[in-house]
């Protein structure tokens, strides 16, 4: 449930954020200014006064960004990925050499939803669709995964985005230590 909650946060996001070009008017008492917002801008707080907490320093630094042009959420940040791949890949491997070992099977979704519900917390929504899917299609039955892949497509469908068709999601943003 945590984590569907912190999805839905991310859509507040993901809906205000845009490269739409916008024109704001900023009204003062005493001044009315149009603002153009085609450009990105930079702002920078005056004062420490009701201002976020610093992040987290569970999250790990990363100098990687997010490639021009980029269909992911505005939000998305690359996160260390590597030993849920790593899983993934072991898991895989396992599961062909034993097509019909249900343990092989099992544990190959559970690496694809850990790695998914990690995609979907660094809102990297795209790339965990495709671990949801997959996952699923190995263990239809674990409602979690379920729930989340169904929150990820309704987000789309309200932002009137189309998700990307299965088969074709990307691969989790590239990360850089």
Not at 38 to 56: F, G, I, N, W
Not at 115 to 144: H, I, S, V, W
Request: proline share 8%.
């Amino acid at each position: 449930m945590k984590k569907i909650a912190i999805l839905s946060l991310s859509v507040v996001g993901l809906v205000g954020c845009s490269n739409t070009p916008q024109n704001v008017a900023v009204q003062n008492t005493n001044v009315s200014v149009a603002v153009n917002r085609s450009q990105p801008e930079t702002v920078a707080a005056h004062s420490t006064e009701k201002s976020l907490p610093p992040a987290s320093s569970s999250a790990p630094a990363t100098t990687a960004t997010r490639p021009t042009g980029s269909t992911e959420s505005p939000m998305a940040r690359p996160i260390d990925v590597s030993a849920q791949t790593a899983k993934i890949e072991k898991a895989e491997a396992e599961y062909k050499a034993k097509p019909s070992d249900a343990k092989a099977k099992e544990n190959l979704a559970a690496a694809r939803f850990e790695r998914a519900f990690l995609l979907t917390e660094a809102a990297q929504y795209r790339a965990a669709l495709g671990d949801f899917r997959k996952g699923l299609k190995l263990n239809p039955n674990d409602a979690e995964a379920k729930t989340m892949h169904d929150k990820i497509i309704e987000i789309f469908q309200s932002i009137k985005r189309e998700p990307p068709k299965e088969g074709e999601e990307p691969q989790p943003m590239p990360f850089t230590k």
